[in-house]
Nanobody
Framework: QVQLVESGGGLVQAGGSLRLSCGASGRTFNNYAMGWFRQAPGKEREFVAAISLSGNSTNYADSVKGRFTISRDNVKNTVYLQMNSLKPEDTAVYYC????????????????WGQGTQVTVSS
């Protein structure tokens, strides 16, 4: 089992920034690729970003490319999502997820999920 706990969400004005954190405990964090997903009201959960075991490889949804940055600290067992130039359409509950060995964009392939943290961007 891997337990994931997100933090760092909140209310921010358009153009602002937030940094989400996701702390992991349980099985070896270094064996899991990590992803961030988000779900807006009335919409399906969608892929945002993913990062490989070492952190050397990342992947982003087109909608956040150039604005969001995913990173990880394998000593602190934490994955981050730096969100800049936020837009109202970024408003959603953001979830981190862990996947054995390889990152992916498909939410169904992830093994463990956090409880989510709300991000609200006002116009």
């Amino acid at each position: 089992q891997v337990q994931l706990v997100e933090s760092g969400g909140g209310l921010v004005q358009a153009g602002g920034s937030l940094r989400l954190s996701c702390g992991a405990s349980g099985r070896t964090f270094n064996n899991y690729a990590m992803g961030w997903f988000r779900q807006a009201p009335g919409k399906e959960r969608e892929f945002v970003a993913a990062i490989s075991l070492s952190g050397n490889s990342t992947n982003y949804a087109d909608s956040v490319k150039g604005r969001f940055t995913i990173s990880r600290d394998n000593v602190k067992n934490t994955v981050y999502l730096q969100m800049n130039s936020l837009k109202p359409e970024d408003t959603a509950v953001y979830y981190c997820a862990a996947r054995w060995l390889f990152p992916a964009t498909n939410k169904a392939s992830y093994d463990y999920w956090g409880q989510g943290t709300q991000v609200t961007v006002s116009s």
